[in-house]
C-alpha cells in the first residue's frame, strides 16, 4: 500500500508540475524534491525513534538492523532518485498532454 502510494504521489506530483509548466523535466524535478522532502523527514523520524526508544533495548536494536537499520535509512532513498524521476518524467508527460487538450478545448471554446 505504501509502494503504491508513493508511486501515485510521484505521479501527481509530475502531472502538476509538467500541467502547469508545459515542460517534462518539471515533473522530474518536482517528483525529486518531494522524494527529498519526505525522505528527510522520514530521516527525523527515524533518528528521534532510535535515539529515544530503540537503542535502550537490545531486542529492539536486533530488530531494526535485521530490517535494514540505518543502511536503509540513508541509502535507500539515493538508490530511488531514478526511479522517482522517471515517474516524475512520465507524470510530467501525461500533464503537458492533457494540458495542451484542455487548453485547446478551451480555445475552441472561444470561436
Known amino acids: 500500500m505504501t509502494t503504491l502510494l508513493a508511486v501515485a ?14 515542460r517534462v523535466g518539471s515533473g522530474a524535478l518536482a517528483a525529486v524534491i518531494a522524494s527529498a522532502v519526505g525522505h528527510a ?8 525513534l532510535f535515539f529515544t526508544v530503540i537503542r535502550h533495548d537490545l531486542t529492539m536494536i536486533r530488530t531494526f538492523e535485521m530490517t ?11 538508490m530511488l532518485l531514478p526511479i522517482v524521476a522517471g515517474l516524475g518524467l512520465v507524470g510530467g508527460s501525461i500533464g503537458i498532454g492533457l494540458g495542451s487538450v484542455s487548453r485547446g478545448l478551451r480555445t475552441a471554446g472561444r470561436t
Open 9 to 22: 504521489t510521484f505521479l501527481v506530483t509530475g502531472f502538476a508540475a509538467g500541467y502547469r509548466t508545459r
Open 68 to 78: 535494514g537499520g540505518f543502511d536503509e535509512t540513508f541509502f535507500l532513498p539515493v
Open 41 to 48: 523527514i522520514g530521516i527525523l523520524v527515524t533518528l528521534l
